[in-house]
């Protein structure tokens, strides 16, 4: 168990729907990221946030979001969602976000879009 | 721009053979690399990072790797397999001034009795 929590764990809606994936990193943690992962793409860095603040992005789609709450949980929104958009989305944590740091992956939440 | 290569996307070998797993990197500042294991429907497990300092770097479950800046390679080892380690393995860099990790697409390894 990384101490990394993740909810849903699995999530069936429709094309052209809305999402929220939630993610509580590690105690003490302070930095967030998340990635996803497709059989197609691979797994791929979405978006990282420090102590509340965006501090890097990746190949995040203009349709998704994402924010870090002062009690420093995640949330990633997923907005008008397509079939390409199945896939396992995950959440990580470390401590301050420097490079370098071990990054602490939580169990996934598995979206499936129909 | 940083990326990671590996070769093999399957290897099978037998329970006690010698585990190689390839990674080859790509990144124009020193690497920070890196060996996750996943697990069937688990999350991503660190097994060992080479940040600096001494090349071997030794991890959990009895697996190492060398970092050889010459041939931009960090492989995987483990000197006897066991039927545990089933699981896929994703090497990655961390090569820009963030934490971001650039992963390779996996190489999934069969452990045969």
């Known amino acids: 168990d990384s101490g990394v929590t993740q909810t849903p764990k699995h999530l069936i809606t429709a094309t052209g729907q809305r999402v929220t994936l939630r993610c509580s990193p590690r105690?003490?943690?302070?930095?967030v990221y998340w990635y996803q992962q497709s059989l197609d793409q691979g797994l791929q860095f979405l978006i990282q946030?420090?102590?509340?603040?965006?501090?890097a992005k990746g190949n995040i789609l203009e349709r998704f979001s994402a924010q870090q709450f002062p009690d420093l949980h995640s949330e990633l929104n997923l907005s008008s969602l397509e079939l390409g958009d199945s896939a396992l989305y995950f959440c990580a944590s470390s401590t301050g976000g420097s490079r370098g740091e071990t990054q602490y992956f939580g169990p996934g939440t598995r979206l499936l879009v129909l | 721009a940083q990326s990671v290569t590996q070769l093999g996307s399957h290897v099978s070998v037998s329970e006690g053979a010698l585990v190689l797993l390839r990674c080859n990197y790509s990144s124009s500042v020193p690497p920070y690399l890196f060996w996750y294991v996943q697990y069937p429907n688990q999350g991503l497990q660190l097994l060992l990072k080479?940040?600096?300092?001494?090349?071997l770097v030794k991890g959990i479950n009895g697996f190492e790797a060398e970092f050889k800046k010459s041939e931009t390679s960090f492989h995987l080892t483990k000197p006897s397999a066991h039927m545990s380690d089933a699981a896929e393995y994703f090497c990655?860099?961390?090569?820009?001034?963030?934490?971001?990790?650039?992963f390779g697409t996996g190489t999934l390894l069969a452990v045969q009795p």
């Open positions: 990655a860099v961390n090569g820009g001034a963030t934490n971001k990790l650039i």
């Open positions: 080479y940040t600096t300092g001494a090349t």
């Open positions: 946030y420090y102590n509340g603040e965006e501090r």
């Open positions: 105690s003490g943690d302070l930095s």
